[in-house]
């Protein structure tokens, strides 16, 4: 028994991929060519636990339609879209052309592509360009840290009742309980985590899960 997460060490990472869901060729191919394509922005791509658990996630609460907020090369995508039946609709937006074309090549790969539509341009544009009724049954925030909370406030008007928000990288690698870390992004991520502790629409945990991932239910 324990009652704090136990840290993750590569041996221990390596060992819960090994014993999750396998990942198939095309998820360890477009893996590959991201880094080649662009190795300084690897690391912006969720891991293989992350995509099982948000595929999963995605069947277990029966989602048809979803949005993603910053696409990159695809990965991301095709998890949650594997996650939705064949009729159901994914919205990516992302602003930029090259890496969305990367993704748009293992969409076709991953045979999700019909159940996709991109939309290229800032994302908060698309968003407030959307009916605000609700609408989704789970959104995937993973886009520029300081535009965070606008994101979220775009979104949770447009998410059903019990409807499931997902944002990436809320731990911001432990910078944001580092008093030095003061750039841009780490206190974009604080302010948006501030903002869900207070947002009573919500309720939501941060889990240890890539590099901090918080699940909030729209209530």
Known sequence: MTRSTETITPELHS???AHSEPVDDVLTDLAAETERLFPGFAGMQIGPEQGAFMTLLAQAVGARDVVEVGTFTGYSSICL???IPADG???ACDISEEWT???RRYWERA????????ELGPALDTLRALPREPRFDLAFLDADKPGYVGYWEELV?????GGLLLADNTLSHGRVVDPASTDASVQGIRDFNDRLVADDRVSQV??????????????
């Open 89 to 91: 609709a994914l919205l």
């Open 111 to 118: 045979e999700v592509a019909d159940r996709i539509t991109l």
């Open 206 to 219: 941060l889990l240890p899960i890539g590099d901090g991932l918080t699940l909030a239910r729209k209530r």
């Open 157 to 161: 008007p447009r998410m059903r009742p």
């Open 101 to 103: 074309s990367v993704a």
């Open 81 to 83: 879209a594997r996650g």
């Open 15 to 17: 060992y819960l991929v």
